[in-house]
């Protein structure tokens, strides 16, 4: 059997688009009051894909392992950044510590996966490799991140007096805050065994099925989706464990004692486009 793909046309990606407005007419319908969010929310998705899909043009054409560096960093820069972002709560250093995770778990199972397991590439850095990957390497970790932090910060506020009572009564600082990081690591890592479950039973991933609808045979399309699926669940992992023991650290001194008063202040309320 030969497989093919069909080239969409501009109208075609049109026709999609209108589906947005069935978001819309719930919106409005239930009076949310979420039109102009919805609308922002769709343009940006048109402009930011059609924007990175020009710069992934270049930078194939391209193919300079400065030039894919560089746009790998700026993609990890701003993975740190919606890390926090999605944090409700905040801590001095929280920046340093999501940025520092992200990065280096990424970073070195991307580094693993070019090197070692798709060791038949041309180049270390092929961009037709290299960038998809981290691509989807950085949005489990950062989601991962995300929710080890936050889970973390909930937990010790919720048991503020087991862990202050601990430590009064002598306990170190990792035997008080041993389960609250144990939560916050659990937390963090629950999405992706999860969907490793159902993966090919109810949820079949957006790699695999774009590389089907892109005419690869759908037994290659799945060997490469297996690999996926273990490089952003020990990516997750590794970045989730980092950022948790890093606020660990910066939560608790060298003394044994509760540093909860950097805790006290919640993120100032994000503000969205359709808010009145």
Do not use: C
């Amino acid at each position: 059997m030969e497989y093919s793909y069909l080239v969409l046309s501009p109208w075609q990606v049109v026709l999609a688009a209108l589906l947005i407005a069935v978001n819309g007419a719930i919106s409005a319908g239930l009076q949310l009051k979420m039109e102009r969010t919805l609308a922002v929310a769709a343009v940006r998705t048109i402009l930011q894909l059609l924007l990175i899909g020009m710069v992934l043009e270049w930078v194939f054409r391209v193919e300079r392992a400065w030039v894919v560096l560089a746009l790998l960093s700026i993609m990890t820069l701003v993975a740190g950044y919606t890390a926090v972002q999605r944090t409700p709560r905040r801590y001095p250093g929280i920046w340093w510590n999501a940025l520092l995770s992200i990065w280096a778990s990424s970073w070195f199972v991307t580094a693993y996966a070019m090197m070692v397991v798709l060791s038949g590439v041309d180049r270390w850095y092929q961009p037709q490799y290299a960038v998809p990957l981290m691509g989807m390497i950085l949005g489990n970790t950062m989601n991962g991140v995300s929710l080890g932090q936050s889970a973390l910060i909930e937990a010790l506020l919720s048991q503020r007096e087991r862990v202050e009572t601990l430590l009064a009564l002598g306990a170190s600082r990792w035997e008080a805050a041993s389960g609250p990081v144990r939560h916050a690591v659990r937390t963090g890592m629950i999405p992706l065994v999860n969907m490793m479950m159902v993966v090919g039973l109810v949820n079949l991933p957006g790699l695999m099925t774009g590389q089907i609808l892109s005419g690869t045979r759908p037994i290659e399309a799945v060997k490469y989706q297996i690999v996926i699926m273990f490089l952003v669940a020990s990516s997750a992992a590794l970045g989730t464990v980092g950022v948790v023991l890093l606020a660990y650290l910066r939560l608790f001194s060298r003394d044994h004692q509760f540093l909860v008063g950097r805790l006290e202040h919640p993120a100032p309320p994000r503000q969205t486009s359709g808010s009145r």
